[in-house]
């Protein structure tokens, strides 16, 4: 944490500075008032209530300009050191594999880098200021309230203990809540983040009042452990304030009767003591609040360690690629299986080989590995046995950017963001233009739709595409990654939503345009490979078959069974 603040050790040290121009201040006020009590309002004095009353008012003004710079440089500090904080998590998150995001879930990286950084933001503020008022507070006060008289320390020093006992007590009961509460807010931001990201689907299928339901048990959950939490706090200012006015009963008592045997106390003195006594004792309530705010920052601290100490576990080599363009791809005995289900193998055994500029597909049925095939070349995930090269070179020893700055990938699922139409296509790639932009979309026929939109190319996308259809997200998604020209292109059912009409012209425009580009085609439909230069047939994980279309329907029993299930029997003679 210390390496965050140390940029900040300007603001750190000028704060509590500042701060104890403030207490001064503060600590000076009983006295003075004292003084205004005994020489001037008992003393009949005007002139000492007019030139105390002035000083006190400077005074106060003078602390009250310290405390708003102790707060501006406390702010800055803390600020500052939850941004830095902030950015550096969001750094690690986006090294992270596709594993590790599962391993914390979205719902829980989410609370992370908002309400636990902020947490530890609030403790930033309260060490660099509150928690100097207190104990310089606490400190003075007591050496104030002696020099009235040791009588009234006494007093004090005889309440302190259960005041201590009280605060110990609370914090030992709130503290493992916190972890607690962190640990409930994760699931509650998880089902919010399901439910409306899956919004469409709840409605479809009329899960509202299921959903609801879900969300209350996980939010009475999380209400629940806060009660508890708030309710030992609860007990903490009354019990306090009971130690205080017995402590207060105690001065005005030993006061009053000092004052009475002629002890040398007078009543401005009494006055300024129980002053200085509330001083001392609230202090310890408000170091009570601090340690809470610890409490809870500390375990937020212990999550955001967890993020920013995980190192990706895909390490990125020192290999860039070959200034030739090649677009070769070999996959040398792989087995591969997801690191949360181990002896569940997706892959086994996978060796095939992709020339420049080749067209190879990959089909299969459903949950055969097509995907997990295709996303170890990215380096999505790692193979468990064996080895992925392209151009040559296993893609563990590339450079990750290098390597994925070879590939264009466009998935199923397309992933849109809250910016124009064009902006989403040329996020592809930086140094797009509007001619690259529309070139990429006549190729992936978007052209058409998106010059009907009201604003054509500028038209916005709503949050996850949502303002289009699932054919439009498609295209779009394709044309982000032509734009890319990209060496090795790989479509992973890209064309699911697309008609056939539309499929079949953008595969016409892909073979005309990207000829050199090494294609890898995951597909559903045979009429989305057949005119592939080779088809890779995938059956439980394993090739099963290798070739032509026209090969395939006489040699394949499985191929043509993925045939039979689309297709008349006698388009397959």
């Known amino acids: 944490m210390l390496k965050y603040l140390k940029k900040y050790w300007l603001c750190c040290i000028l704060a509590p500075l500042f ?130 008289s040791p009588r009234f320390a006494l007093v004090a020093a005889c309440g302190l203990p259960f005041v201590a006992v009280i605060v110990i007590f609370t914090l030992k009961k709130v503290s493992p809540l916190y972890t607690i509460i962190q640990q409930k807010l994760d699931r509650l931001n998880c089902i919010m983040q399901e439910n409306i990201a899956g919004a469409r689907v709840v409605k479809a299928y009329v899960k509202e ?39 207060v009963v105690a001065v005005l008592y030993v006061g009053g009767y000092t004052v009475q045997t002629g002890g040398g106390i007078t009543p401005g003195q009494t006055m300024a003591a129980i002053t200085y006594l509330s001083l001392i004792l609230m202090r310890i309530v408000f170091l009570a609040n601090i340690f809470q ?67 190879v597909a990959v089909i299969g049925s459903t949950g055969c590995g097509k995907s997990s095939l295709v996303s170890l070349i990215p380096r999505f995930y790692d ?23 070879k590939i264009g990938i466009v998935q199923q699922k397309s992933e849109l963001f809250s910016r124009s139409i064009r902006e989403n296509i040329a996020w592809g790639s930086e140094g797009a233009d509007d001619d690259d932009v529309a070139s990429a979309a006549r190729i992936a026929q978007a052209e058409e739709f998106i010059l009907r939109m009201p ?30 020209k990209p060496e090795i292109l790989i479509l992973d059912d890209s064309g699911s939503a697309l008609d056939l009409k539309t499929e079949a012209a953008f595969y016409d425009a892909l073979r005309r345009e990207f000829a050199d580009t ?22 439980r994980g394993k090739i099963c078959a290798e070739g032509t279309h026209d090969e395939l329907t006489k040699t394949s029993e499985v191929y043509r069974e993925i045939c039979r299930s689309q297709m008349k029997k006698e388009a397959i003679a």
């Not at 709503?462 to 439009?472: I, V």
């Not at 295209?475 to 032509?482: E, V, Y």
């Not at 045979?526 to 047939?537: G, N």
Request: hydrophobic share 45%; aromatic share 8%.
């Open 293 to 359: 705010t610890f409490t809870r920052a500390a375990a937020s601290w212990k999550r955001i360690r967890e993020v920013l100490e995980t190192e990706s576990v895909q390490k990125s080599g020192d290999k860039k690629p070959d200034d030739e363009r090649k677009g070769e791809v070999e996959f040398s005995h792989v087995s591969f299986a997801f690191p949360d289900a181990p002896e569940n193998a997706v892959l086994e055994d996978i060796s095939f080989s992709v020339k420049k500029g080749e067209s």
């Open 383 to 405: 193979a468990n046995a064996g080895d992925v090269f392209v151009d040559g070179q296993n893609v563990k020893d590339y450079n990750i950017q290098a390597l994925r700055g």
């Open 455 to 484: 604003d054509g190319y500028d038209t916005a996308v709503s949050e996850g595409g949502h303002s289009l259809s699932g054919g439009q997200k498609q295209r779009i998604s394709i044309a982000r990654a032509m734009v890319k």
């Open 19 to 148: 701060m104890l121009g403030e207490i001064a201040m503060d600590l000076l006020q009983p006295d003075m008032m004292a003084t205004i009590v005994d020489d001037g309002v008992l003393g009949g004095n005007l002139q000492v209530i007019l030139e105390m009353g002035v000083k006190m008012i400077l005074l106060v003004a003078f602390g009250g300009t310290c405390g708003v710079l102790c707060g501006v440089f406390a702010n800055i500090a803390a600020q500052k050191f939850g941004n830095d904080i902030r950015k550096d998590m969001f750094s690690h998150i986006m090294d992270f594999s596709f594993e590790q995001t599962d391993k914390f879930s979205t719902g829980s990286l989410v609370t992370r880098i908002t309400n636990d950084v902020t947490q530890v933001e609030q403790m930033v503020m309260m060490s660099v200021r509150s928690l100097v008022r207190c104990v310089v507070m606490f400190a003075g006060g007591i050496f104030m309230l002696y020099r009235q």
């Open 209 to 247: 009042e299921y959903e609801l339901e879900h969300f209350s048990e996980a939010n009475n959950s999380l209400c629940d452990t806060n009660l508890r939490a708030q309710t030992f706090l609860a007990f903490l200012n009354p019990c306090v304030n009971i130690v205080l006015n017995l402590c």
């Open 518 to 539: 090494t294609k890898i085609i995951v597909a559903q439909r045979i009429a989305s490979v057949r005119q592939a230069d080779r088809i890779i047939v995938l059956d």
